[in-house]
Protein backbone atom coordinates (compact mmCIF):
# COMPACT_ATOMS: atom_id res chain seq x y z
CA UNK A 1 0.00 0.00 0.00
CA UNK A 2 2.53 2.07 0.91
CA UNK A 3 4.37 1.63 -2.26
CA UNK A 4 1.35 2.61 -4.25
CA UNK A 5 1.33 6.01 -2.72
CA UNK A 6 4.80 6.63 -4.02
CA UNK A 7 6.90 5.33 -1.08
CA UNK A 8 10.28 3.85 -1.29
CA UNK A 9 11.89 1.23 0.62
CA UNK A 10 14.67 2.23 2.62
CA UNK A 11 17.22 -0.89 2.77
CA UNK A 12 18.92 -1.42 5.12
CA UNK A 13 16.14 0.76 7.42
CA UNK A 14 17.67 3.28 9.62
CA UNK A 15 17.19 3.42 13.28
CA UNK A 16 15.79 0.45 14.84
CA UNK A 17 13.05 -0.39 12.74
CA UNK A 18 12.63 -4.08 10.90
CA UNK A 19 11.49 -1.83 8.05
CA UNK A 20 11.50 1.33 6.82
CA UNK A 21 9.64 3.76 4.01
CA UNK A 22 10.23 7.00 2.70
CA UNK A 23 8.71 9.45 0.27
CA UNK A 24 9.94 12.52 -2.39
CA UNK A 25 8.54 14.53 0.54
CA UNK A 26 10.92 13.47 2.73
CA UNK A 27 8.37 11.73 5.16
CA UNK A 28 9.74 8.56 7.19
CA UNK A 29 7.23 5.87 7.86
CA UNK A 30 9.72 3.02 10.10
CA UNK A 31 8.24 -0.22 11.91
CA UNK A 32 9.40 -2.04 14.74
CA UNK A 33 7.96 -4.17 17.97
CA UNK A 34 4.31 -2.99 17.39
CA UNK A 35 4.80 0.80 16.84
CA UNK A 36 4.88 2.54 13.43
CA UNK A 37 6.65 5.76 13.74
CA UNK A 38 5.85 8.47 11.07
CA UNK A 39 7.76 11.47 10.46
CA UNK A 40 7.24 14.63 8.21
CA UNK A 41 9.00 17.12 7.02
CA UNK A 42 6.85 19.31 6.34
CA UNK A 43 4.82 19.00 9.73
CA UNK A 44 1.42 17.70 11.50
CA UNK A 45 -0.62 17.85 8.18
CA UNK A 46 1.39 15.70 6.59
CA UNK A 47 1.27 13.15 9.12
CA UNK A 48 -2.80 13.36 9.98
CA UNK A 49 -3.17 13.24 6.09
CA UNK A 50 -0.93 10.03 6.48
CA UNK A 51 -2.48 8.54 9.12
CA UNK A 52 -6.40 9.48 7.42
CA UNK A 53 -5.67 7.28 4.11
CA UNK A 54 -2.91 4.46 5.59
CA UNK A 55 -4.39 3.79 9.30
CA UNK A 56 -7.00 1.15 7.96
CA UNK A 57 -3.88 -0.87 6.73
CA UNK A 58 -2.45 -1.15 10.10
CA UNK A 59 -2.85 -3.88 12.41
CA UNK A 60 -6.10 -3.90 14.94
CA UNK A 61 -7.02 -5.52 18.10
CA UNK A 62 -10.48 -5.14 16.96
CA UNK A 63 -12.50 -7.87 14.94
CA UNK A 64 -12.97 -5.65 12.20
CA UNK A 65 -9.80 -4.09 10.96
CA UNK A 66 -9.17 -0.24 11.26
CA UNK A 67 -5.92 0.00 12.43
CA UNK A 68 -6.43 0.99 15.89
CA UNK A 69 -6.56 4.11 17.95
CA UNK A 70 -5.63 7.62 16.96
CA UNK A 71 -1.83 8.25 16.65
CA UNK A 72 -0.09 9.50 19.27
CA UNK A 73 1.52 13.06 19.42
CA UNK A 74 5.36 12.97 19.82
CA UNK A 75 5.59 16.59 21.84
CA UNK A 76 9.10 16.28 23.02
CA UNK A 77 12.53 14.25 21.63
CA UNK A 78 15.22 13.83 23.68
CA UNK A 79 18.21 13.54 22.06
CA UNK A 80 22.23 12.18 23.32
CA UNK A 81 25.72 12.95 21.79
CA UNK A 82 29.27 11.83 23.08
CA UNK A 83 32.32 13.94 22.41
CA UNK A 84 35.85 13.43 23.18
CA UNK A 85 35.96 9.61 21.57
CA UNK A 86 39.46 9.13 20.22
CA UNK A 87 41.28 12.24 22.14
CA UNK A 88 43.16 10.59 24.87
CA UNK A 89 43.64 13.82 26.37
CA UNK A 90 39.96 14.80 27.11
CA UNK A 91 37.84 13.64 29.01
CA UNK A 92 34.49 11.38 27.29
CA UNK A 93 31.30 12.70 27.83
CA UNK A 94 27.55 12.54 26.87
CA UNK A 95 25.01 14.82 26.83
CA UNK A 96 21.35 13.99 26.35
CA UNK A 97 19.09 17.06 26.10
CA UNK A 98 15.03 17.02 26.18
CA UNK A 99 13.53 19.61 23.77
CA UNK A 100 9.97 20.18 22.84
CA UNK A 101 9.04 20.04 19.17
CA UNK A 102 7.27 23.65 19.56
CA UNK A 103 10.87 25.05 20.42
CA UNK A 104 12.88 23.77 17.52
CA UNK A 105 12.78 26.45 15.80
CA UNK A 106 13.48 28.74 18.15
CA UNK A 107 16.78 26.89 18.77
CA UNK A 108 17.73 26.46 15.19
CA UNK A 109 17.48 30.44 14.73
CA UNK A 110 19.84 30.46 18.00
CA UNK A 111 21.72 28.56 15.93
CA UNK A 112 21.66 25.58 17.30
CA UNK A 113 23.37 22.74 15.42
CA UNK A 114 25.69 19.81 15.05
CA UNK A 115 29.18 21.04 17.25
CA UNK A 116 31.95 19.97 14.92
CA UNK A 117 30.09 23.14 13.05
CA UNK A 118 30.47 25.57 15.79
CA UNK A 119 33.25 27.49 16.85
CA UNK A 120 34.36 27.56 20.54
CA UNK A 121 33.20 30.62 21.58
CA UNK A 122 29.80 29.80 20.07
CA UNK A 123 29.59 26.56 21.81
CA UNK A 124 30.14 27.93 25.02
CA UNK A 125 27.60 30.73 24.55
CA UNK A 126 25.08 27.65 23.17
CA UNK A 127 25.25 25.43 25.74
CA UNK A 128 24.92 27.73 28.74
CA UNK A 129 21.66 28.44 26.67
CA UNK A 130 20.67 24.87 26.44
CA UNK A 131 21.24 23.95 30.32
CA UNK A 132 18.99 26.87 31.24
CA UNK A 133 16.39 26.30 28.37
CA UNK A 134 16.03 22.73 28.77
CA UNK A 135 16.03 19.25 30.91
CA UNK A 136 19.60 18.22 30.61
CA UNK A 137 21.94 15.06 31.80
CA UNK A 138 25.41 14.50 31.42
CA UNK A 139 27.68 12.03 32.03
CA UNK A 140 31.76 12.40 32.06
CA UNK A 141 35.07 10.11 32.85
CA UNK A 142 37.67 12.26 33.24
CA UNK A 143 41.01 11.65 31.30
CA UNK A 144 42.62 9.80 34.30
CA UNK A 145 39.23 7.30 34.53
CA UNK A 146 38.71 6.40 31.03
CA UNK A 147 40.91 3.43 31.07
CA UNK A 148 39.37 1.88 33.67
CA UNK A 149 36.05 2.71 32.49
CA UNK A 150 36.75 1.00 29.11
CA UNK A 151 38.31 -2.34 30.79
CA UNK A 152 35.12 -2.23 32.81
CA UNK A 153 33.23 -2.77 29.08
CA UNK A 154 36.03 -5.18 28.23
CA UNK A 155 38.15 -2.73 25.77
CA UNK A 156 35.31 -2.17 23.75
CA UNK A 157 34.41 1.64 23.06
CA UNK A 158 31.50 1.15 21.74
CA UNK A 159 29.98 -0.84 24.71
CA UNK A 160 31.27 1.68 26.96
CA UNK A 161 29.28 4.48 25.01
CA UNK A 162 26.40 2.80 24.92
CA UNK A 163 25.86 2.32 28.39
CA UNK A 164 27.03 6.48 28.90
CA UNK A 165 24.29 7.16 26.12
CA UNK A 166 21.58 4.81 28.06
CA UNK A 167 22.34 6.06 31.45
CA UNK A 168 21.97 9.55 30.30
CA UNK A 169 18.64 8.64 28.89
CA UNK A 170 17.33 6.74 31.54
CA UNK A 171 17.72 9.49 33.62
CA UNK A 172 16.66 12.13 31.58
CA UNK A 173 13.30 10.45 31.35
CA UNK A 174 13.34 10.21 35.28
CA UNK A 175 12.85 14.46 35.01
CA UNK A 176 10.35 14.44 32.05
CA UNK A 177 8.22 12.33 30.21
CA UNK A 178 9.17 11.83 26.44
CA UNK A 179 8.62 9.10 24.20
CA UNK A 180 11.48 9.23 21.59
CA UNK A 181 14.54 9.82 22.34
CA UNK A 182 17.68 9.86 18.79
CA UNK A 183 20.81 8.89 18.97
CA UNK A 184 24.10 9.18 15.99
CA UNK A 185 24.20 5.48 15.35
CA UNK A 186 28.34 4.95 16.21
CA UNK A 187 27.51 0.42 15.71
CA UNK A 188 24.98 -1.16 13.73
CA UNK A 189 23.27 -3.25 16.55
CA UNK A 190 22.00 -0.34 17.85
CA UNK A 191 23.44 -1.11 21.44
CA UNK A 192 21.65 2.36 22.81
CA UNK A 193 18.20 0.93 22.51
CA UNK A 194 19.21 -2.59 23.96
CA UNK A 195 20.35 -1.13 26.66
CA UNK A 196 17.58 1.11 27.61
CA UNK A 197 15.14 -2.00 27.51
CA UNK A 198 12.40 -0.90 25.92
CA UNK A 199 10.85 1.92 27.87
CA UNK A 200 10.79 4.26 25.20
CA UNK A 201 11.67 4.39 21.71
CA UNK A 202 15.60 4.78 20.73
CA UNK A 203 15.65 6.11 17.10
CA UNK A 204 19.46 5.55 16.41
CA UNK A 205 20.06 7.19 13.45
CA UNK A 206 22.44 8.14 10.70
CA UNK A 207 23.75 11.96 11.23
CA UNK A 208 21.53 12.20 14.07
CA UNK A 209 22.89 15.60 14.84
CA UNK A 210 20.71 16.79 12.14
CA UNK A 211 17.94 16.82 14.42
CA UNK A 212 17.66 19.39 16.88
CA UNK A 213 18.13 17.70 20.26
CA UNK A 214 21.24 15.34 19.19
CA UNK A 215 22.66 19.01 17.69
CA UNK A 216 21.73 20.53 21.29
CA UNK A 217 23.17 17.44 22.90
CA UNK A 218 26.42 17.61 20.77
CA UNK A 219 26.56 21.08 22.18
CA UNK A 220 26.80 20.47 25.69
CA UNK A 221 28.90 17.25 25.80
CA UNK A 222 31.16 19.35 23.76
CA UNK A 223 31.55 22.18 26.17
CA UNK A 224 32.22 19.67 28.82
CA UNK A 225 35.33 18.25 26.94
CA UNK A 226 36.43 21.46 26.11
CA UNK A 227 35.86 22.97 29.82
CA UNK A 228 36.31 19.87 32.32
Given amino acids: MLER ?27 FA ?15 EFDARHRCALPSDREIPDGGAA ?16 E ?16 EA ?4 RGVRDSKLCSAAEIAELAAW ?32 AAMHAECL ?15 RFAPNRPVAAACGGAFIVDEC ?3 EKHVACAAASIVARHATLHP
Wanted: proline share 4%.
Fill in 170 to 184: RALRGRTEFGLARVD
Fill in 34 to 48: GTLLVEAADGDGAAE
Fill in 88 to 103: RDRPMVVAAVAVPRDA
Fill in 130 to 161: IVREFACEMRAYAVRERDAALAAHGGNESRLL
Fill in 5 to 31: GDFHQVTPPDALAEWEYRDDRGMRVLY
Fill in 71 to 86: PERVTLIAGSDESGKG
Fill in 206 to 208: VRG
Fill in 106 to 109: DAIA
